[in-house]
């Protein structure tokens, strides 16, 4: 599997709106709303990641960077029949080998309820801490990847 920051094309369009209306349970128009500010013309405050095999699209990862020293992890999806494959994994060092260099932290908020995203998540190097949530999404686990720019300020210090 090989990752590429994610063209301006139709196909991957359809590819990453599709998994993360059957895989995520989300909205296209949230999904979209998401991909559109990935466009030249936009905000560009977001950027994704598509992971690819010899059948296309198999997962991807919406990120934003804007401008802060930390990346957010939006949404990250991977078809069921590409799942435990290296899909995920190759998403996220993906995003790590980009920024790690120049960003202080990488995080992600994920469900206590998803136990699969908490591995992964786990497995690449993230960290977690409980978040209580009192609205009705209840809790989350915030998942933080420290760089090597955040480590070197730390030890400055």
């Known amino acids: 599997m090989k990752a590429r920051w994610m063209e301006i094309r139709p196909q991957d369009f359809e590819a990453v709106v599709g998994m993360g209306v059957t895989v995520l349970k989300k909205n296209p128009t949230k999904v979209l709303g998401l991909l559109k500010r990935c466009l030249p013309g936009g905000p560009r405050d977001h950027a994704a990641v598509v992971v690819e095999n010899e059948d296309g699209i198999v997962g991807y990862a919406i990120y934003r960077h804007s401008g802060e020293a930390e990346i957010k992890i939006k949404q990250l999806a991977v078809t069921p029949h590409c799942r435990r494959e290296g899909a995920g994994r190759t998403a996220l060092n993906w995003i790590i080998d980009c920024y790690a260099a120049s960003k202080r932290s990488i995080v992600a908020d994920v469900s206590e309820?998803?136990?699969?995203?908490?591995?992964?998540?786990?497995?690449?190097?993230?960290?977690?801490q409980l978040v209580r949530n009192s609205r009705d999404d209840g809790d989350k686990y915030r998942f933080s990847y420290k760089t090597a720019e955040d480590k070197a300020q730390k030890e400055k210090v």
């Open 113 to 128: 309820n998803n136990f699969a995203a908490q591995k992964l998540f786990s497995s690449v190097g993230f960290k977690a």
